[in-house]
C-alpha cells in the first residue's frame, strides 16, 4: 500500500472480479503486443514498467504486462504532444475533464458503450455511466474515478484534522484549543520546550510543503476545509473559491479577511517567530516525507503525516506513549463529500481509439473496476502485504505492518512495499467509502477495523482513552456532530474557456508566488504591501472574472435537488 499518496487519494474498496474472454469480442492489437498494455497517467511521474508484487499481481489476474508513461517528465507536460501525434497509449488516466474533452475532441477516446459488454464492471456503476452519457450525448468515453454503487461517510480521519506531537502536547496540559489559529501557540510551545528531536534533528512549530500547489499554496488554502469549506462539489473541483456546501455560501480566496488570507498570515507569524521550517517552500515531497518521519514538526497540518507516517516508522517511540496523533479544536467543523458518481479528483478513466492493445486495455479496465482490482490498487495483491483473517476481515501482514522502504521476496514478485500501483499510476477506481461486498471492507487499510484495533499502539490507545473510547477522530468527530455529509449532485459541468484557461492560470501563479513571498515576510509591513500587490496584480489579470465564473457554478449545485 502507499501510504506515501494516502493525502491525495481515496483507494477504492473491491468485489469479485468479473473477467470475461475477450478475444473473440473483435477488439484490436493492432500490431501490438497482446500481452502488454501501456498506461498513459495525468495522475502520476513514475516512467517505466509495472513491476515487482504488484506487476506480479496483475499479470497472474489479466495476463497483462503494464507500462507506464506519465504525462510529466522534468516539468515538461507530454499531453498536447502525445494526444497530436495520436499516442496517448492504451488507457488513459486523464487529469482532467478537459483533458478528456480534448481527447474526444480530436477523436482518440473510444465509445465505452461501443464494447459494453467487455465491461461489466464499469458499467454496473449506473449513476456514474449515466452522468457521462448525459454530458457526452449518450456516450461514455471515459468512466470516473472513484464511482460507487453506494454513498457512504468514511471512516478514515478527514486530512485537514491535524496532528500534534501528543506527548508534548499532554506535557503542557492538554490545553483546549479554541479555533485553527490557537495551534500555533500550542506547537510553539512544543518548540520552546523541546528545540531538537530525540535524535538531534531540527524541531519546529510548522513545516510547509509547495509541491502540490496548484494556483495557491495548497496547504494553507486547505486550512478552511477544517472549518466546514470545500474545494470540490463532488462535480467541480474550484481554483479561485472556496464554498460552503451546507450553508451554501461562497469566499473567494483573495476576499478581504478571508480564511485563506488569514492563514498566510498565520504561517508568516510563525515564520516571525523564528519557528517555520525554513526549507518549507523549496522541499520536495521525498524531503518533507523523511522530515516526517524524523518528527520535525510539532504540527502537521496534512494530519497523516504524523499518525501514518511518523507513527509506523518509529514503533520504539510510539511503544513508549511519544509519537504524534490527531488533536481537534472547538469550532473544527468537518464537510464531507459522498458520492455515487465519482469524480470527486476530476480523474477519469479511458480506452485509447487507435490503441495498440485495444482488447487488453479493456480486459484490464475491467478487472480493475471490479472489487478485486479496485482491492489491489490500494493494497496489491492479496497474500503478500495483506490477507484475510479467520474471521473474516482483511489484516496487514508482517510485511504490511513493517517498513514501506522493505524489500518484498522474489516468490511474490519482488521489488519493494512502495512500489504499488497507487503510487506509480494513481487514480482509484472505486470509492475510498464503498465497502466491499467480497472482503466486507472498505479497501483503503487504516479504515480496516483491524487495523485500528489491533494493531494500535500503546500511544493509539492512550489518545483512545482520553477521547471515550474512540477507535479514531473520525468517530470522535461524527459523535460529536462535527461532521456533516454532503451529495455529489448531478450538477453542469465546469469548463473552462481557453481564454479564461490561460487567463487562469496567469492569475494563479500570481497567488501561488505572492503567497510564498507573503509566508517568509519579515515583518508585517512588508507582509501587507505583499498582500496589496498580489490582489491588485490579480484583478489585473482577470481573477473577477474567474471568481465571478466559479461563482455561478457553485451556485448551481446550491440550487440543485
Given at each position: 500500500m502507499n501510504k506515501k499518496s494516502i493525502v491525495r487519494l481515496s483507494a477504492a474498496a473491491a468485489a469479485a472480479a468479473m473477467l470475461v474472454p475477450l478475444a473473440a469480442c473483435g477488439s484490436s492489437t493492432a500490431g501490438g503486443n497482446p500481452n502488454e498494455i501501456t498506461i498513459f497517467t495525468q495522475g502520476a511521474t513514475y516512467e517505466g514498467k509495472l513491476d515487482g508484487y504488484v506487476g506480479k499481481g496483475i499479470k497472474d489476474a489479466t495476463g497483462l504486462s503494464v507500462n507506464v508513461v506519465p504525462t510529466s517528465v522534468g516539468g515538461t507536460d507530454r499531453f498536447q504532444t502525445k494526444l497530436t501525434t495520436g499516442n496517448l497509449g492504451d488507457l488513459v488516466l486523464y487529469g482532467s475533464r478537459d483533458a478528456l474533452k480534448q481527447a474526444i475532441d480530436a477523436g482518440q477516446a473510444l465509445d465505452l458503450t461501443t464494447v459494453k459488454d467487455q465491461l461489466p464492471?464499469?458499467?454496473?456503476?449506473?449513476?456514474?455511466?449515466?452522468?457521462?452519457?448525459?454530458?457526452?450525448?449518450?456516450?461514455?468515453?471515459?468512466?470516473?474515478s472513484g464511482v460507487s454503487e453506494s454513498a457512504d461517510l468514511s471512516k478514515g480521519d478527514p486530512v485537514n484534522v491535524p496532528a500534534l506531537r501528543y506527548d508534548y502536547y499532554k506535557e503542557l496540559g492538554s490545553p483546549d484549543i479554541k479555533d485553527y489559529w490557537s495551534y500555533k501557540d500550542v506547537a510553539e510551545a512544543m518548540v520552546k520546550a523541546h528545540p531538537k528531536t530525540e535524535k538531534g534533528d531540527n524541531f519546529y512549530a510548522l513545516s510547509l510543503f509547495g509541491g502540490w500547489d496548484g494556483s495557491a499554496a495548497e496547504q494553507i488554502r486547505s486550512i478552511a476545509y477544517a472549518d466546514g469549506w470545500v474545494s470540490n462539489d463532488g462535480i467541480n473541483g474550484y481554483t479561485f473559491i472556496n464554498m460552503d456546501p451546507i450553508h451554501k455560501k461562497v469566499q473567494p480566496l483573495l476576499e478581504d479577511n478571508s480564511l485563506y488570507l488569514q492563514g498566510l498570515k498565520w504561517a508568516n507569524s510563525i515564520y516571525q517567530d523564528g519557528m517555520l521550517d525554513p526549507d518549507s517552500a523549496t522541499q520536495t515531497w521525498d524531503d518533507y516525507l523523511k522530515k516526517a518521519e524524523k518528527g520535525q514538526s510539532a504540527m502537521w497540518i496534512y494530519g497523516y503525516m504524523g499518525n501514518l507516517n511518523y507513527n509506523p516508522v518509529n514503533k520504539d517511540m510510539t511503544a513508549q506513549n511519544k509519537g504524534y496523533e490527531r488533536v481537534s479544536n472547538d469550532s473544527l467543523n468537518v464537510a464531507e463529500n459522498v458520492s455515487k458518481i465519482g469524480g470527486t479528483e476530476g480523474w477519469f478513466w479511458g480506452v485509447t481509439k487507435n490503441a495498440k492493445n485495444q482488447t487488453g486495455a479493456l480486459k484490464f479496465l475491467n478487472w480493475f473496476y471490479s472489487d478485486k482490482g479496485s482491492f489491489t490498487f490500494e493494497n496489491g495483491p492479496e497474500g503478500v502485504l495483506w490477507k484475510m483473517n479467520a474471521d473474516g476481515k482483511p489484516e496487514?501482514?508482517?510485511?504490511?505492518?513493517?517498513?514501506?522502504?522493505?524489500?518484498?521476496?522474489?516468490?511474490?514478485?519482488?521489488?519493494?512495499?512502495?512500489?504499488?500501483?497507487k503510487a506509480r499510476v494513481n487514480g482509484p477506481s472505486i470509492s475510498v467509502n464503498a465497502v466491499d461486498p467480497a472482503y466486507k471492507s472498505v479497501s483503503v487499510y487504516n479504515q480496516w477495523d483491524t487495523y485500528l484495533t489491533d494493531n494500535a499502539s500503546s500511544l493509539d490507545k492512550e489518545w483512545s482513552a482520553d477521547h471515550d473510547g474512540a477507535i479514531n477522530m473520525k468517530a470522535a468527530l461524527v459523535k460529536e456532530k462535527k461532521v456533516t455529509a454532503f451529495q455529489a449532485k448531478d450538477v453542469p459541468q465546469l469548463e473552462w474557456s481557453k481564454e479564461d484557461q490561460v487567463v487562469g492560470k496567469s492569475v494563479g501563479d500570481v497567488i501561488k508566488q505572492y503567497s510564498w513571498k507573503m509566508i517568509y515576510a519579515k515583518n508585517d509591513s512588508e507582509f501587507n504591501q505583499l498582500e496589496k500587490d498580489m490582489i491588485t496584480k490579480a484583478k489585473n489579470l482577470g481573477y473577477d472574472k474567474l471568481v465571478a465564473f466559479e461563482t455561478k457554478y457553485a451556485q448551481n449545485y446550491f440550487d440543485a435537488e
Open positions: 464492471n464499469v458499467f454496473r456503476f449506473t449513476d456514474a455511466v449515466n452522468r457521462m452519457k448525459k454530458l457526452d450525448n449518450g456516450k461514455v468515453y471515459a468512466i470516473p496487514l501482514t508482517d510485511l504490511g505492518k513493517g517498513d514501506w522502504g522493505a524489500s518484498v521476496p522474489q516468490s511474490d514478485g519482488g521489488g519493494h512495499v512502495n512500489e504499488t500501483f
